[in-house]
């Protein structure tokens, strides 16, 4: 069975930084370009960035564009997402996905790690 | 920023049949994607590339497009299809992913 495993989500301040993690299992994890996808509590999803699958490239959305990094290391099947200059309006669930490739969707979701952001 | 517009609510009664729009400029260029998500889960891939239905997904879902607008299609109406949906694409600038504001499916 495919896993992601999301950790590391935290109460932080304001300004802060946070880094968070996801961990897959049950799939060759380098094949794959993976996501990160926050919903904020009661609000909708909102795609935060993505990464191919050496980590050489990587996309943001404006909202976190030069505040958080997403790197990956395939010889742990982990995802990071670096987060700095935290703001209450980044409090959210955050997602890691697989992207199944050849247009097919982000098809497999981990259950999600919470960052709230608040002094 | 490029937007995709779904309408925030849709009722329907069992056995009906719903259909959510889903408009953005950039979607006759560009692929859709729809995921279900039930309250207190993760969202679910229901439709890829326009009308594609990834395994495990019943018939009963469909995925249609039209111009800048796509369409998610749900026949016979179950009482557990109750959830919010979202559509997604991308942008003709660079952006790959790109949510619709969802809307909420309630089964009257």
């Known amino acids: 069975e495919v896993q992601l495993v999301e950790s590391g989500g935290d109460l932080v301040q304001p300004r802060g930084s946070l880094r968070i993690s996801c961990v897959g299992s049950g799939l060759t994890f380098s094949k794959y370009w993976m996501h990160w996808v926050r919903q904020a509590p009661g609000k909708g999803l909102e795609w935060v960035s993505r990464i191919n699958r050496d980590g050489s490239i990587a996309k943001y959305a404006d909202s976190v564009k030069g505040r958080f990094t997403i790197s990956r290391d395939n010889a742990k099947d982990t995802v990071y997402l670096q987060m700095n200059s935290l703001r209450a309006e980044d409090s959210a669930l955050y997602y890691c996905?697989?992207?199944?490739?050849?247009?097919?969707?982000?098809?497999?979701w981990g259950q999600g790690t919470m960052v709230t952001v608040s002094s | 920023s490029y937007e995709l517009t779904q309408p925030p609510s849709v009722s329907v009664s069992p056995g009906q049949t719903a259909k959510i729009p889903c408009s953005g400029d950039a979607l006759p260029e560009q692929f859709a994607f729809w995921f279900q998500q039930k309250p207190g889960q993760v969202p679910l891939l229901l439709i890829y590339k326009d009308s594609e239905r990834p395994s495990g997904i019943p018939e009963r879902f469909s995925g249609s497009s039209s111009g800048t607008t796509v369409t998610l299609t749900i026949s016979g109406v179950q009482a557990e299809d109750e959830a919010d949906y979202y559509c997604?694409?991308?942008?003709?600038?660079?952006?790959?992913?790109?949510f619709g504001g969802g809307t909420k499916l309630t089964v009257l």
């Open positions: 997604q694409s991308a942008d003709t600038s660079g952006i790959p992913v790109v």
């Open positions: 996905v697989r992207d199944a490739g050849d247009r097919r969707g982000m098809d497999v």
